[in-house]
Each structure stands twice: as C-alpha cells, then as structure tokens.
C-alpha cells in the first residue's frame, strides 16, 4: 500500500525555521515528481515547492529564496526546509507524489505548521 507520512510540523516564532520530512513508501520513487502543497484555512491548497523526478525545481513566488525542496532517493524521502518562516507561512502541509508514466497521485496525510510568536 502506497504511504506518504510527513513529519517536522509545529509552532515556530516568526523568522524561525523547521524541517519537513515526507517518507514515502512508492515503489519507483525515483520516477515520481514530488512536491509540498499546503492549505491555510479558508483559503485553497497551493504548491509550496516541486520536485521532478529528472531533479528539475519549481517554487511559488512566495517561499522561493525562503525554502529549498530536495529528495533523497535511496531513502524515498522528500524534505522541505524552510527558513525566515512568516505568519502567513501557517498552514497544514501535504506531501505529494505523482507519476506521469501511471497518471497516479498520492497525497500525506499533512503536517501542520504555525508561525505565530
């Protein structure tokens, strides 16, 4: 069974930083995109950051320059630093995984993550 588990959520003062953690259990992991989206009350779920199976980065304009995706493939592992954390950074996390070979997308479970002082 497909399992995406996130770690590293939790309350931060603002321009502290945290370390997200998505431990995946995908068979050909090292074929998969992934990424972080996160969802803020009220407001839709927005990518965070991407990673293409090929190593290729993308960031939404508001965590470039702030967090940095990376991925570990022997360990299908994707991590998400993040640093200068603002309130508006507050949000659940959810990891992602998508295949293009296979048209199959598996989500986390989510991690929160409160910047508040």
């Known amino acids: 069974q497909v399992q995406l588990v996130e770690s590293g959520g939790g309350l931060v003062q603002p321009g502290g930083s945290l370390r997200l953690s998505c431990a995946a259990s995908i068979i050909g992991f090292r074929f998969h995109d992934v990424g972080w989206y996160r969802q803020a009350p009220g407001k839709q779920r927005e990518l965070v950051a991407r990673?293409?199976?090929?190593?290729?980065?993308n960031y939404a304009d508001s965590t470039e320059g702030r967090f940095t995706i990376s991925r570990d493939n022997a360990k299908t592992t994707v991590y998400l630093q993040m640093n200068s954390l603002k309130p508006d950074d507050t949000a659940v996390y959810y990891c992602n995984a998508f295949s293009f070979n296979t048209g199959r997308d598996y989500w986390g479970q989510g991690t929160q993550v409160t910047v508040s002082s």
């Open positions: 990673i293409t199976s090929v190593g290729s980065i």
